[in-house]
Nanobody, 121 residues
Framework: QVQLVESGGGLVQAGGTLRLSCTASGTIFSINRMGWYRQPPGKQRELVATITSGEATNYADSVKGRFTISRDNAKNTVYLQMNSLKPEDTAVYYC???????????????WGQGTQVTVSS
């Protein structure tokens, strides 16, 4: 079993910055793709950014140039640096990870519990 724990959310003014962290723990052989998603109030969950084990990244158009995803494999941690925040970035942010628990080639997708980010105008 694997647990993902997010931290770093909070309240910030428009134009401000936040850095989210998400650490995986448990039975882990390797972590492949890691990502951040968000769910604005009253809306569906949406992709923010993903990063592969080879550190290839992908971003939603709405955050390109403002957010940066990175990972520290030694710490099983993925980060989301959020700059120039806008009120429309307000959402619950979730991380996920595709985890290979053993040397056998199968994987599971795990989600964190979410962290609230609120951007005031």
């Amino acid at each position: 079993q694997v647990q993902l724990v997010e931290s770093g959310g909070g309240l910030v003014q428009a134009g401000g910055t936040l850095r989210l962290s998400c650490t995986a723990s448990g039975t882990i052989f390797s972590i492949n793709r890691m990502g951040w998603y968000r769910q604005p109030p009253g809306k569906q969950r949406e992709l923010v950014a993903t990063i592969t084990s080879g550190e290839a990244t992908n971003y939603a158009d709405s955050v390109k140039g403002r957010f940066t995803i990175s990972r520290d494999n030694a710490k099983n941690t993925v980060y989301l640096q959020m700059n120039s925040l806008k009120p429309e970035d307000t959402a619950v942010y979730y991380c996920n990870s595709v985890v290979q628990p053993t040397s056998e080639r199968y994987e599971f997708l795990y989600w964190g519990q979410g962290t609230q980010v609120t951007v005031s105008s």
